[in-house]
């Protein structure tokens, strides 16, 4: 049970609460004005710039809620960060092969996203992977001269070409065989092109991984090559005398995998395979790990599906260590070696941004000192329950009085008890349950019955965003991200809720969130404040999200707005998306704007004829509707 927050409240208070200090990374803190900061090093210096600061700045260029929010500056440090740990590991191992890492555009193929990546990765050769035609025609797009480019996915005649042109135009581009009838095609297109292509093979590892991708790894993994086929498709390339292209062993074992142990053993039997082909001819040159570098969601550093019990100096030394490890006994040459994060790269960069519209509060409305005389008598037993709290156990006065409202419920059903003593009863029993609540707090263990009590009592809290457009993965697979108010850490957080979205869907929420020491069904926050915003962040975001989110309820994308923080503190708008608008979103469904504005200009000229509206009505409902078609799908003040 949490310790009842009380009016002395300060941020380092909220800090240790909401657990932003741990999952944070480093990348986010709360000032003594209670608002959550930015946090950038350079060279000097850090600065810490508030959230707070950045929405003033977002909404004087015309911005508002709900709004996603991203920090360059966070995803250049995120690269860096990979690409120095990766160097380090192979100083400190002697290890004569490079890092040479790509970025996997699934994780975020927004054109801006791609673009900094591009440009800020260049110096670390950071290269692109892409699982299908149209992710190819981006990542061509992209990346420079020379640029690493990993092909994965199912490929047909055109992706093959498109690829083997990217070769041809100076890219190094590499086509991974996912299944041996991949094999022929390549060779076909690429005699028919004149290129050499670069092959890579992508086996099924069977070490299976924990985390919430199982599935990508082990026997039954739809992706891969198994033994068999590994040894089908280096026949073939003998056969042709193509072996000299087989450069690259790949495999993915899945994403978030939380433990250390499972990543070496996967690793080890990798690198067994390289070993294997290295010995059976084939020249190779390169050892690519794919996915699966953790991001520690819960800032709990324990293999916990959101969390990893390693670092990222643990992952990459232990990559490094074990490869090394196995073919120098066979005088094996270390490849270079290749990862594919995608996650632990761009995840720390977004945050969505969202106001609340309004909160709904499970407390009794207006109870009555006394109750009426001649009611009902389930009313008074329930009254009489309110005077038991000296004298009777919690669970007790909570049981009785739960039986006695729904038996109530019955009898309004059956019509043997009016409206107005429903209410009334519903009422009591409110007062009733917050009383047991308010107990509750006191003791240590919570008595049988009760567990659930504190959730069913707490508020909702209705945000200004849909959880499907923008959190996807909250609803697809229960993917937890850190939440917190962004601002007044200076008073405590005295309320409990969960978080509804402006979806018509009871899917729509957020009701698991990460604290500090656990995990928890509801969410501290402050009460609402007349007249003023009150504005949620929810972090370590920009994984998945942005392409997988639908548009339920027909509510678009966001507006997104990309920063980058300078030295002294101040910041730069960078880049500016405008979110769908009405109209936008229609079109998507097949809808088009023009013609529904005809058909309004119908409907109103028809009432006009009829007399219900006057022409200037007809001109004024004309020009909202079209404010209304060119205006945000969401919430507007
Ligand atoms: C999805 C995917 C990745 C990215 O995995 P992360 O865990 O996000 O780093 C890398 N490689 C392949 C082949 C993938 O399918």
Redesign the pocket.
Known sequence: MSPRRTKDWTPDQAAALYGIRNWGGGNFDLNEHGEVTIKVAFDDREVAVSVMEIIAGLEQRGHVMPLLLRIENLLDSRIALINESFRRAIREADYQGEYRGVF?V??NQQSQVIEEIVRFGSSYNLGL?A?SKAELVLALAALPENGQLIL?GYKDREFIDLGLWATKLGQRCFFVIESPTELPLLLERSQALGVKPLIGVRIKISARVGGLWTETSGDRSSFGLSTPQLLQVVDVLKKQQRLDCLQLLHC?LG??IPDIEQIRTAVLEASRFYAGLVADGAPLGYIDF????AVDYTGTQSNHVHSRNYSLADYCASIVEVVKSTLDPLEIPHPHIVT?????TVAHTSLLLFNVLHAMHFEALNLPETLPAQCHELLMTLAALREEFDTTPLNQIYSQALSCRDTIRDRFRSGQISMRERSMAENMFLAIAQQVARNLEKLDDIPPGLEELQLSLADIYYGNFSVFQSLPDTWAIDQLFPVMPVHRHCEAPVREAIIADLTCDCDGKLDNFILADRESRTLPVHPLKEGEDYLLGVFLMG?YQETMGDLHNLLGDTHVASVRINQDGSFDVMKEITGDSIGDVLSYVEYQPQALFETFRQKAEAAVRSGRISVPERQRFMEDIHATVRGYTYFEK
């Open positions: 996997p699934k994780v992977e699982g994965n993915h994403s978030q794919g996915g699966g570098l594919e994060s995608g996650r632990a994984a």
